[in-house]
């Protein structure tokens, strides 16, 4: 048997079992409800959930879509591949391990505190945390800890449901930096909303010397 023919039928059997597909090359400006726009223009059937794809709370391009069935992965496929953005090629290809994507069996997990390992927060669909509630701040210069950025906070509702609602950010491993980054969840949309507004391209602290601070909504 050859490697192609071995190929293709892996392919064939992957396309047929899976109930997610991940689509490549969408605008990094791009949010979860743009893409859901885009879906529902091209007529894809099935779709239960799409979920921007993060990794280190950065967004990455693609989107995850979940299907009802595995039925509808192939249709799928092949209809989201004809949605059309100028400047991008879209590409979607069956997810055979969701797994690797940090991808939950349940989409109730999705940004479940109690069953998401705090080390891999901010990888994989909404960054495994609650969309347009959730904001991230970097730049924060020096090794902070929380209590170093309560200064932003005052005033804001914090998610009552959450026993950690201010996070700090781990930095990837093999990577260095000189600055900290924090990822706040807040009580609902508009609060998150106002903090970026308060937060975003301020000082730190209002040091003259310090650097601009970056704050940005989960989409």
Do not use: C, W
Not at 2 to 28: K, M, W
Not at 96 to 123: C, H, K, M
């Amino acid at each position: 048997m050859s490697n192609f023919f071995r190929q293709s039928q892996l392919i064939r059997r992957v396309t047929r079992e899976a109930q997610h597909v991940v689509v490549r090359d969408l605008p990094i400006s791009a949010t979860s409800r743009d893409v859901r726009k885009m879906i529902q223009k091209a007529e894809v059937k099935g779709v239960v959930d799409v979920s921007l794809f993060y990794r280190h709370f950065r967004p990455t391009g693609k989107a995850i879509l979940t299907m009802s069935l595995p039925e509808y992965t192939r249709d799928a496929i092949r209809d989201a591949e004809e949605i059309i953005v100028p400047g991008h090629h879209i590409e979607a290809d069956p997810i055979d391990e969701p797994r690797s994507l940090n991808i939950p069996e349940n989409l109730s997990d999705i940004a479940n505190e109690d069953v998401t390992d705090p080390s891999q927060l901010g990888t994989g669909p909404a960054a495994r945390v609650p969309e347009r509630k959730t904001v991230t701040i970097s730049g924060v210069p020096g090794k902070k800890s929380i209590k170093d950025i309560q200064y932003l906070l005052r005033g804001f509702r914090l998610a009552p449901d959450r026993q950690y609602p201010v996070r700090l950010i781990h930095t990837p491993m093999k990577k260095f930096t000189l600055y900290s980054a924090f990822v706040v969840f807040l009580d609902s949309e508009s609060e998150a909303q106002r903090l970026v507004r308060s937060a975003h391209l301020t000082k730190y602290k209002n040091m003259e010397e310090a650097p601009l601070l970056r704050a940005h909504l989960i989409y």
